[in-house]
């Protein structure tokens, strides 16, 4: 699957399962204090150098569908959904 793919995906369970594949394959995702949502590990040069994300629309989305407005409501969802897979 193409990173952008998770645009069209709307449920938070089915996103949840997205992940755990892209980290299966060795992706990274985390939550980002400077952006204020979750982000994809090839994201971050851009976000520490306040330059404008390739992934910024799609990650916007993938976090608004996770509900993940913070650090609290990140933790909150890794907690349900294991995202970070520990």
Same mark, same amino acid.
Request: charged content about 30%.
């Given at each position: 699957m193409n990173v952008e793919e998770l645009s069209k995906i709307t /449920?938070?369970?089915?996103?949840? /399962?997205? !992940?755990? &594949? @892209?980290?299966?394959v060795g /992706?990274?995702? @985390?939550? %980002? /204090?400077?952006?204020?949502? &979750?982000? !994809?590990?090839?994201?971050?040069?851009?976000?520490e150098n306040g330059q404008k994300s390739p992934y910024e629309d799609v990650?916007?989305?993938? %976090?608004?569908? &996770?509900?993940?407005k913070d650090r609290k409501s990140y933790e909150e969802v890794d907690l349900r959904y294991n995202l970070t897979m520990y």
């Open positions: /449920e938070p369970e089915k996103m949840a /399962e997205e !992940i755990h &594949l @892209f980290k299966k /992706e990274q995702f @985390f939550f %980002s /204090e400077k952006a204020g949502r &979750l982000i !994809i590990g090839r994201e971050y040069p851009f976000i990650m916007t989305h993938v %976090s608004e569908v &996770l509900g993940i």
